[in-house]
């Protein structure tokens, strides 16, 4: 969101940056001047205008070496050349001139930006290639434009999933604020959109009933899709923690799954016991050349990445609908709970931060829950194993 006010030298001198947010101050007195203050806490005079009609940005100066008033007068003459058909931005030397295509920038942000700043980088690339590079490609960065990326989520949208069109807004709102930065464009077409989707919150817990559909589906489906969603529903854990599952994370001989701090939501490492039933699908895995127990096919250095149609397979073959993989974690939360779980014991498996300890009683308490923990998802693996049980007796008796 952009705030707009008169510019003051007080207001420049005393505007705060936000936390992973670069936002603007625009002047009320020269259209399209504005200050813009980073995350870091750098303030920039910028100009943004529109050339050949394109939109465009430049940037005039850093405050405080460049005072208010001598960035407004840069501004009115830099309007000046606009208004004769003069561009102001100076061209850039041939000898920086790069790869400016789409997939190039995409990997330079992941590169230099994804992986050093976020833990989930590999989702942040995934969704990327998957949404926009399978659109824009080779398309130049600088011709990108609004509609381009509108265009985009509402296809996400339309096809059902309008979480993952937020969650892929958010992934393009940040990757093109970061080509700003870089001076690879000098507007953002994300500029001006908003959420593609209301975002409500899910409170989907799945019966017995669809638990048991859902696992015995689970084996009509291509391998490994059936397999991460038995895991998800044996162990609780996020679909990308399963999903990106190192080898040299298992210790199957003592049932046992640790989840390195830079792989988990809350940068917290977490020790996941594993049932019988869990440590029997992992010995079950094939043995492929990769470090992911379910790498991508035909791409051993990714993890597996085909969930849409998998997804789509699995509630054709077992008839449960409106549904999400992350609903199967509120599940077993639930189904913990049901089975005489204490709540914060559920809290460890999940490994959240907040809920029924306190802060004082988490810096003091440093029990790692681990007997309860694996006594918790046994009892859950063999509940499991009964509705199952059951319900394939059903079936043999229609």
């Given amino acids: 969101m952009q705030k707009s006010a008169a510019l003051t030298d007080a207001l420049v001198r005393n505007a705060k940056p936000e936390v992973d947010r670069q936002f603007e101050i625009w002047d009320g007195r020269v259209s399209g001047f504005g200050l813009r203050v980073s995350p870091s806490g750098t303030k920039a005079f910028v100009l943004v205008y529109r050339h050949a009609g394109r939109p465009k940005r430049m940037t005039l100066g850093r405050y405080p070496d460049l005072s208010l008033a001598e960035a407004r007068s840069r501004a009115f003459e830099a309007k000046g050349m606009i208004a004769s058909g003069i561009d102001p931005k100076p061209a850039k030397p041939v000898e920086e001139s790069r790869d400016h295509s789409f997939v190039s920038v995409v990997g330079d942000f992941i590169e230099r930006h994804a992986k050093r700043k976020t833990r989930s980088w590999q989702q942040t690339e995934q969704i990327l290639?998957?949404?926009?590079?399978?659109?824009?490609?080779?398309?130049?960065?600088?011709?990108?434009?609004?509609?381009?990326?509108?265009?985009?989520?509402?296809?996400?949208v339309d096809r059902?999933?309008?979480s993952a069109a937020n969650h892929a807004f958010?992934?393009?709102?940040?990757?093109?604020?970061?080509?700003?930065e870089q001076g690879l464009v000098d507007v953002s077409p994300v500029m001006g959109l908003k959420p593609p989707a209301k975002s409500v919150d899910r409170d989907r817990v799945l019966s017995d009933n669809e638990v048991a559909r859902i696992w015995i589906a689970s084996d009509q489906v291509p391998y490994p899709y059936g397999t991460i969603v038995k895991l998800l529903l044996l162990t609780g854990q996020r679909r990308d923690e399963v999903v990106s599952m190192r080898r040299d994370e298992l210790d199957l001989d003592n049932a046992h799954w640790t989840i390195a701090a830079e792989r988990t939501?809350?940068?917290k490492p977490n020790e996941v016991p594993l049932s019988p039933q869990a440590v029997q699908l992992l010995r079950d895995a094939p043995e492929w050349v990769s470090e992911f127990v379910f790498p991508a096919r035909g791409r051993p250095e990714r993890s597996f990445s085909g969930f849409s149609k998998s997804k789509k397979a699995l509630d054709a073959a077992s008839?449960?609908?409106?549904?999400?993989l992350h609903d199967l974690r509120r599940t077993l939360a639930t189904g913990l709970a049901r089975l005489g779980t204490d709540p914060h014991v559920v809290e460890h498996i999940l490994n959240h931060q907040t809920g029924t300890l306190s802060q004082?009683?988490?810096?003091?308490?440093?029990?790692?829950?681990?007997?309860?923990?694996?006594?918790?998802l046994c009892k859950w693996a063999d509940h499991i194993e009964g509705i199952v049980a059951k319900a394939r007796t059903a079936e043999s008796a229609v």
Wanted: proline share 3%.
């Fill in 129 to 156: 290639h998957r949404e926009f590079v399978s659109v824009l490609g080779k398309q130049s960065i600088e011709e990108i434009e609004k509609r381009d990326v509108a265009r985009i989520l509402d296809g996400i």
């Fill in 160 to 162: 059902g999933s309008p």
């Fill in 170 to 180: 958010r992934i393009i709102r940040k990757f093109f604020n970061w080509c700003v």
């Fill in 265 to 267: 939501k809350n940068g």
């Fill in 319 to 324: 008839g449960v609908t409106d549904w999400r």
């Fill in 360 to 376: 004082v009683a988490r810096i003091y308490n440093r029990h790692s829950y681990l007997p309860e923990k694996r006594e918790a």
